[in-house]
């Protein structure tokens, strides 16, 4: 199981865009990147995924480097709603299982 | 449609004690996965299973067995407890590439 490294902790004030990085220098070709958050006293919850192009959707976008080494994570307007621990997790093509790691705990002030 | 539904929501056990954790996963999911999540950790991933059978296990003793249903709900067996299983216990089902997680069991064992 490939390894994810992510800052412990970030903060940004409201409204404002967050980047979240995330490293996976150890990852394969057929690693496809994950991106999950959970709330407190929550499951995690689906946040973005891709393989090697960038990803929009409706809560976040993801931006995959050219190596893929690296990927970072884009809430484009942080809401309150937004606080949450991020996970940034690495799944094989042909696996169902998630290697989680400790995450970022985001927070987002007023 | 019904999410990933775990039961029940909070368990508090004696040591040495037995414990079964069931989970239904969404409609016209396959994949069933359990995760362990100690406080001020990720998820910890224990087992999956797609179609009755096992296709992955990770790092937990014997104690901890699993299976699944031909209906593809599952359930979670911890045999003589210890305190440091003590967690949140996390099903997910999985439809290829992403996970629903529920809501988690809270089991305190005392």
């Known amino acids: 199981d490939a390894k994810t490294t992510q800052p412990n902790s970030m903060e940004s004030n409201e409204e404002e865009p967050v980047h979240l990085p995330c490293n996976h220098s150890?990852?394969?070709?057929?690693?496809?990147i994950h991106w999950y958050r959970q709330l407190p006293s929550q499951g995690p919850e689906y946040v973005i995924h891709g393989l090697t192009s960038n990803v929009n959707n409706r809560m976040a976008s993801l931006a995959i480097a050219e190596d893929r080494k690296s990927s970072t994570l884009i809430l484009h307007r942080a809401t309150l709603r937004d606080a949450a621990v991020y996970y940034c997790?690495?799944?094989?093509?042909?696996?169902?299982?998630?290697?989680f790691g400790t995450g970022t705990s985001l927070t987002v002030i007023p | 449609d019904a999410g990933v539904t775990q039961s029940p929501t909070h368990l508090i056990k004696t040591r040495g004690q037995h414990v079964t954790l069931r989970c239904s996963p969404i409609s016209g999911h396959k994949s069933v996965s359990w995760y362990q999540q100690v406080l001020g950790q990720g998820p910890q991933f224990i087992f999956q299973y797609y179609e009755k059978e096992e296709r992955g296990r990770g790092n937990f003793p014997d104690r901890f067995s699993a299976r699944q249903f031909p209906n593809y709900s599952s359930e979670l067996n911890v045999n003589a407890l210890l305190l440091g299983d003590s967690a949140l216990y996390l099903c997910?089902?999985?439809?290829?590439?992403?996970?629903?997680f529920g809501q988690g069991t809270r089991l305190t064992v005392v």
């Open positions: 997790i690495l799944r094989d093509v042909g696996g169902n299982q998630f290697y």
């Open positions: 997910a089902s999985s439809f290829p590439g992403r996970a629903f």
């Open positions: 150890t990852i394969s070709g057929t690693d496809y």
